[in-house]
């Protein structure tokens, strides 16, 4: 199956500061999204972006799909950015339509 | 609003009581889909369901009963829960496969 690894597993900012998380994925891909899940839990849709690049405010998105991988810029970066940061893929017909996670990148923004 | 509710946000229940968690979508999607998520071990699907009446397991499916009597609504079953099963749990529609999910705000679920 598709195999989804996400880099960095843990990153710790400066508020302010700026980063960039990958995702790479080992088949092409016709879905992938992007989530941050709060520190309560909840997972927030960020982008749907199966290919190109996408704003959002101070978030940025950007989907390679032909070199099978995806960017996520967080710019100008704040307390509330804390979380875990999640992409996933669509598995196709074949895998019930599942999205298949990452293992997520955790991220610390200190004031 | 377009959203996906579940309901209870919390659960804190005994071995062998049944439960069922409820998930409630307003964007008419064909696709439902109920997940767990477990330290160390990500989310992974438990039951999917492409259209009324029509439900498949996914990949943890052992200990979970779903429905999906009609289109919008698509609730978890445990019939008899187990400390096992003790994990965070959210359902998720999309309009298809291969669409933008939308993830309801989670359950955590311990039991006893």
Request: proline share 5%; glycine share 8%; with cysteine.
């Amino acid at each position: 199956g598709i195999q989804v690894e996400q880099s960095p597993p843990d990153l710790i900012l400066q508020e302010g500061a700026n980063s960039t998380l990958r995702c790479n994925f080992s088949d092409s891909v016709n879905n992938l999204q992007w989530f941050h899940q709060n520190p309560w839990g909840q997972l927030i849709n960020l982008f749907y972006i199966p290919s190109g690049t996408k704003q959002n405010g101070r978030l940025s998105a950007t989907t390679v799909a032909t070199e099978r991988y995806s960017l996520l810029y967080i710019s100008s970066s704040q307390t509330t950015d804390s979380g875990v940061y999640f992409c996933a893929v669509g598995g196709g017909y074949n895998q019930g339509g599942k999205l298949i996670f990452g293992q997520g990148t955790e991220l610390s923004v200190k004031p | 609003e377009a959203q996906v509710t579940q309901n209870p946000r919390y659960l804190i229940t005994v071995t062998g009581k049944k439960l069922t968690v409820t998930c409630s979508q307003n964007m008419n999607h064909e696709y439902m889909s109920w997940y767990r998520q477990d330290p160390g071990l990500g989310l992974r699907q438990i039951y999917y369901s492409m259209n009324v009446e029509v439900t498949d397991k996914g990949d943890v499916p052992e200990g979970y009963k779903v429905s999906r009597k009609e289109k919008r609504n698509f609730p978890l079953i445990l019939e008899s829960p187990s400390p096992n099963q003790t994990s965070l749990y959210f359902c998720a529609s999309s309009l298809w496969l291969n669409t933008e999910a939308f993830f309801g705000q989670g359950t955590r679920l311990t039991v006893v």
